[in-house]
């Protein structure tokens, strides 16, 4: 769309520069409407789609035929609007005595402004003359679109980073040296055994509408920092499905954690018990 919209604004209809200047401007009002009814629509869609997930914290087919239902109304109110605009510029150019077509194509190269001979880094753009394009026969543009596309790669990179340990999470649990050390999918818990002032095995997770504050949830894992109605903030390492689970608190935090390994738990809470029991004679 954008560089059909480049290819088919900035031209010479006639040598009556009035009526170019009228003609131009009507084009670029209409095709300016139908992009901006396209832009808002599918911001609505994505925003209420948001909205929703956040809500039901899962994506439901409701969900899905309402962001459907928003796009396909962007789809076609953008083509009335675009042939009453065709229909306007006709209207226009009927009463042209003298009409010549000539356009500036040969300096907009696969829809973007390269053009030398201009020394503007930034010129008007096709679509709509109240926004810019740059030029790119300009270091500037070049070294400004250098820096924002490594920007955009590198955020990627690390986007990508930042997900690729949840593609197979494993909950590590262990202990040494009167120290616990919880970890999985990059997220981590090191607590000092002699700070425990609670441990307690579980049959399940509490029913505590935990909800995720960075992390990742999904159906078969929950990993990362939450916070309960009644625990408050908390960390996570939990095995969707897996019992039981441990429940250790400190003064400064509270983990929940499981293991997939049958008996792991039961040894990782005979042992803090144990600590905990010694500590306390010892005190």
């Known amino acids: 769309m954008h ?9 010479v209809y006639s040598e009556n520069s009035e009526l170019n200047r009228i003609v131009n401007r009507t084009v670029k009002c209409y095709k300016g409407a139908s992009m901006l009814v396209l832009s808002a629509s599918n911001a609505a869609a994505w925003i209420y789609a948001a909205i929703a997930v956040l809500i039901s914290r899962r994506l439901t087919g409701t969900t899905v035929c309402v962001y459907i239902l928003i796009e396909l109304f962007a789809a076609f109110a953008f083509i009335p609007i675009l042939i009453a605009g065709i ?6 150019l009927s009463a042209n005595p003298a009409p010549i077509y000539v356009d500036d194509d040969e ?43 490594v920007f955009i790669a ?45 441990v307690q095995i579980l049959n399940e997770l509490p029913d505590d509408g935990f909800s995720k504050i960075n992390g990742g949830a999904t159906d078969t894992y929950l ?53 905990m029991q010694s500590s306390s004679q010892f005190r």
């Open 154 to 198: 590198a955020s990627f990179i690390f986007t990508i980073a930042v997900l690729v340990p949840f593609v197979n999470v494993k909950v590590d649990i262990r202990t040494d040296n009167s120290r616990l050390h919880v970890d999985a999918a990059g997220y981590s818990s090191d607590i000092d055994m002699n700070s425990i002032t609670d």
């Open 87 to 92: 229909r306007r510029k006709s209207e226009l």
């Open 223 to 275: 990993v990362g920092r939450f916070k309960g109605n009644t625990y408050g903030y908390c960390n996570l390492y939990i095995y969707t499905g897996h019992t039981p689970v441990l429940m250790v608190k400190t003064d400064g935090e509270t983990v929940f954690f499981n293991s997939d390994v049958d008996g792991k738990l039961q040894e990782i809470y005979d042992e803090l018990l144990h600590n």
């Open 3 to 11: 560089i059909y919209v480049n290819h088919n604004e900035r031209t």
């Open 107 to 149: 300096y907009w190269k696969s829809g973007f402004y390269y053009n030398p001979d201009d020394p503007h880094m930034l010129v008007p753009n096709r679509l709509q003359s109240g926004n810019y394009a740059f030029n790119y026969a300009n270091r500037g543009a070049r070294i400004i679109t250098a820096g924002l596309t």
